[in-house]
Nanobody, 123 residues
Framework: VQLQASGGGLVQAGGSLRLSCTAS??????IGWFRQSTGKEREFVSA????????FYGESVKGRFTISRDNAKNTVYLQMNSLKPEDTAVYYC???????????????????WGQGTQVTVSS
């Protein structure tokens, strides 16, 4: 499956952005969002399972970010509110058909990755 992340940009602290991850197909895939800032490891942000049975969030984004999916459009969205400068990173979406609830936050769970979109939050 091919993935394309989009929607990144420059926003002031407290603002919002919506990222999109469009794929050739997502219906049977768990789609995850990860982010990576300079000099840091890739960090889990959020995930949604293929049957929409669960939504998962990293601790640093709980209550601020919301993940949703539109299987008809083969698109997963990440609504990011109350953005902070520490949210600045390249955001990647990824897909997996073998993820279980306990594994959605691990990068090696995912077999397919998009190219990333830059999010920059200014203070």
């Amino acid at each position: 499956v091919q993935l394309q992340a989009s929607g990144g940009g420059l926003v002031q602290a407290g603002g919002s952005l919506r990222l999109s991850c469009t794929a050739s197909t997502i219906r049977t895939y768990t789609i995850g969002w990860f982010r990576q800032s300079t000099g840091k490891e890739r960090e889990f942000v959020s995930a949604t399972k293929g049957n929409s049975s669960g939504r998962f969030y990293g601790e640093s984004v709980k209550g601020r970010f919301t993940i949703s999916r539109d299987n008809a459009k083969n698109t997963v969205y990440l609504q990011m509110n109350s953005l902070k400068p520490e949210d600045t990173a390249v955001y990647y979406c990824a897909a997996s058909r073998r993820a279980i609830s306990s594994s959605v936050s691990y990068t090696d769970t995912y077999d397919y990755w998009g190219q990333g979109t830059q999010v920059t939050v200014s203070s």
